[in-house]
T-cell receptor, first 116, second 109 residues
């Protein structure tokens, strides 16, 4: 199956700093990628939909100035958590859907962010 | 509003069979997915149903009834490694995935 690579898998940062998370589709071109956040024992919550070459579409309640998404190429989307706070500590997961195989979404490995 | 319901937690015995139910109410329907997620890891794809009926894949089977807004995931010959959360997700008319909260499955020896 298609592979989506997410990096880093774990990151610890200080409050007030910014963290960038990368999501790459390795063997297909993903015109659309999705960013999710998952708090412990809760379901995946869609944060935003990232479209190549255009602005991301954010879900209600997600601050677009805080969670910057860039989808500059068909194989790379980045999520930058700006001015991170401890409440931003969470598991962030990206996914991409191969337009040739629309029957499943391929997930990155996830990034465990801890803000201290 | 859109809603996906599945039990929070289930317990089963190694070697047995367990059925995890999922009911949904969404704006449009373009398929239902089941994912397995181990603690601290990303979800992995298990199955996809878009037509009514049963899809069998090894020890796992998934059933869909669109008229009832209902699906189940059936796991046979349970193994300890099957202990995980099982997520039901529906693709709506905008091709977005709507996620259930997940069912934590505990397997006991």
């Amino acid at each position: 199956g298609a592979v989506v690579s997410q990096h880093p898998s774990r990151v610890i940062c200080k409050s007030g700093t910014s963290v960038k998370i990368e999501c790459r589709s390795l063997d297909f071109q993903a015109t659309t990628m999705f960013w999710y956040r998952q708090f412990p024992k809760q379901s995946l919550m869609l944060m935003a939909t990232s479209n190549e070459g255009s602005k991301a579409t954010y879900e209600q309640g997600v601050e677009k100035d805080k969670f910057l998404i860039n989808h500059a190429s068909l194989t790379l989307s980045t999520l930058t958590v700006t001015s991170a706070h401890p409440e931003d500590s969470s598991f962030y997961i990206c996914s991409a859907r191969d337009p040739e195989v629309n029957t499943e979404a391929f997930f990155g490995q996830g990034t465990r962010l801890t803000v201290v | 509003g859109q809603n996906i319901d599945q039990p929070t937690e289930m317990t089963a015995t190694e070697g047995a069979i367990v059925q995890i139910n999922c009911t949904y109410q969404t704006s449009g329907f373009n398929g239902l997915f089941w994912y397995q997620q181990h603690a601290g890891e990303a979800p992995t794809f298990l199955s996809y149903n878009v037509l009514d009926g049963l899809e069998e894949k090894g020890r796992f089977s998934s059933f869909l009834s669109r008229s009832k807004g209902y699906s189940y995931l059936l796991l046979k010959e349970l193994q300890m490694k099957d202990s995980a959360s099982y997520l039901c997700a529906v693709m709506d008319s905008n091709y977005q995935l709507i996620w259930g909260a997940g069912t934590k499955l505990i397997i006991k020896p």
